[in-house]
């Protein structure tokens, strides 16, 4: 009897075994992630930073760098890439990204801009000036490429460019902040010199 009962429970348990596979294998597969979750999934470890992650900061631009892999055109990804090594002090090698972000979409007003950052950080004055005014051919009333055209025609002595681009971003920049009255203080030494001319 007892040899019996074994039996009875031996056999029920591979039965509801067998029922439990059948179940797990019918159930419905996590698809794939998509490509955008799979950039939020990159940029929230990355933005998180080592301390606030339970993955390292890399795992994240791994992440980028597969999906640019498998899509070279994926300039949202590009973006991101170009942004990171930007933000790390990486100036050249953010340029290389933005550039590829143009290639793929020559509108991409963060891209100039950015780009035209990363070339003042690294003295390419000149091509710091046609990344900003790229940005404002596409949104003329951008205010970090207006603030940063106007530095940078303000440093080659173009006190008359210098001067409209800072008006212009005073005209555009509606916050009130020190950087406007740092521009202001730009914009009367300006005229200054110039009426003195």
């Known amino acids: ?74 300039d949202k990804a590009l973006f991101q890439l170009g942004k990171f090594a930007h933000q790390s002090g990486q100036y050249d090698k953010a340029i290389e990204w933005f550039n590829k972000v143009l290639a793929v979409n020559s509108n991409h007003l963060p ?16 091509e710091a000036l046609q990344s900003f005014e790229s940005a404002l051919r596409i949104d003329s009333t951008e205010t970090n490429a207006l603030f940063y055209a106007g530095r940078v025609y ?24 020190e950087i406007n009255d740092s521009v202001k203080v730009f914009v009367k030494r300006i005229d200054t010199k110039l009426n003195n001319k």
């Open 1 to 74: 009897m007892r040899e019996m009962r074994k039996s009875y429970v031996i056999g029920l348990l591979m039965l509801l075994s067998s029922m439990l596979i059948v179940l797990f294998l019918l159930l419905p597969k996590h698809p794939p992630l998509t490509e955008d979750l799979r950039l939020k999934q990159a940029v929230n470890i990355v933005s998180s930073g080592p301390m606030n992650s339970m993955e390292s900061p890399m795992v994240g631009i791994g992440i980028l760098k597969d999906l640019v892999e498998e899509n070279p055109s994926n």
């Open 154 to 177: 303000e440093f080659e002595g173009n006190l008359a460019m210098a001067n409209a681009r800072y008006k212009q971003f005073l005209r555009n920049n509606k916050e009130e902040s």
């Open 111 to 126: 891209s100039w801009v950015l780009k035209g950052e990363s070339e003042l950080n690294t003295g390419k004055t000149s």
